[in-house]
């Protein structure tokens, strides 16, 4: 029985754990860029593994637009695809990886069906002139096609 940790929270920066229900915690961190997620994710579990966990534990914030928002929609994603709970913690919540085990194991923290996140600030989001409509939509068909 294990959980899967995700925190994108902090900027270049990734945090991924194997939370096992007992034994010692793995936990990988990757600086850089967010574009490695999934590959990064097969440090952690194979890809059959991840349909036999507990729950992904999910860090939704506070942070930065950017940051959050991409562990959250992975989470969200693995969580829908391979039929796998959800908890969600803050930052604060899960800088003890122990307390979260604890609180995963007691049952204390209940699931969720989806998880927003939290952002630290308003979003700082443009959008390049020059690109059409119809542009965009192809470069977000191409960036799904790829996972």
């Known amino acids: 029985m294990a959980w899967l940790l995700i925190n994108s929270c902090e900027r270049a920066t990734l945090r991924l ?3 096992p229900s007992t034994g010692e915690i793995k936990e990988s961190v990757i600086q850089g860029s967010r574009s490695s997620i ?48 959800l908890y ?8 003890d990886l122990i307390d979260v085990r604890r609180q995963l194991v007691s049952g204390s923290k209940q699931p969720s069906q989806y998880i927003s996140p939290l952002y630290d600030a308003e979003p700082n989001i443009t959008i390049k002139r020059s690109e059409t409509g119809d542009q965009r939509t192809e470069r977000l068909g191409s960036l799904i096609s790829g996972l």
């Not at 194979?46 to 992975?74: D, T």
């Not at 969580?79 to 796998?84: F, I």
């Not at 969600?88 to 800088?95: P, R, W």
């Open 88 to 95: 969600g913690f803050t930052k604060d919540e899960a800088m």
């Open 38 to 85: 999934l590959s990064e994710l097969e440090t952690i579990l194979s890809p059959s593994e991840i349909s036999q966990l507990e729950g992904i534990a999910l860090v939704y914030g506070p942070g930065s637009f950017s940051s959050v928002r991409s562990g959250v929609v992975i989470a969200n994603l693995l969580s829908r695809l391979y039929h796998v709970p």
């Open 17 to 19: 754990a194997r939370i």
